[in-house]
């Protein structure tokens, strides 16, 4: 069993930048491709970027490439998400996430979740 935990989130301007966490247990984690979503008030949970198993091969939402990056540090069992240039639009709840297959921008293809961390970007 994996167990993830997010943190990093908080209360920033636009503009700003912000690194996001996920920090998992077990000893799958390098087996793991990984994935973070966000779900914004009032609207479905939305892939944004994810990194495969080996680190190797990355892939993010069209709406946040050139913004977003994800990486990871299998000596730390850790996957981050890095934001620049934060907008308003960019408020959610940030859920990461980790899949034993491929990396992927469906919900239903990932086996364990984190219980999220808030980012609130304001003007």
């Known amino acids: 069993q994996v167990q993830l935990v997010e943190s990093g989130g908080g209360l920033v301007q636009a503009g700003d930048s912000l690194r996001l966490s996920c920090a998992a247990s077990?000893?799958?984690?390098?087996?793991?491709?990984m994935g973070w979503f966000r779900q914004a008030p009032g609207k479905e949970r939305a892939f944004v970027g994810g990194?495969?198993?080996?680190?190797?091969?990355?892939f993010y939402a069209d709406s946040v490439k050139g913004r977003f990056t994800v990486s990871r540090d299998d000596a730390k069992n850790t996957v981050y998400l890095q934001i620049n240039s934060l907008k308003p639009e960019d408020t959610a709840v940030y859920y990461c996430?980790?899949?034993?297959?491929?990396?992927?921008?469906?919900?239903?293809?990932?086996?364990?979740w984190g219980q999220g961390t808030q980012v609130t970007v304001s003007l």
């Open positions: 996430a980790g899949a034993l297959g491929r990396i992927s921008a469906t919900g239903h293809d990932y086996d364990y």
């Open positions: 077990g000893r799958t984690f390098s087996r793991l491709a």
């Open positions: 990194i495969s198993w080996s680190g190797g091969g990355t």
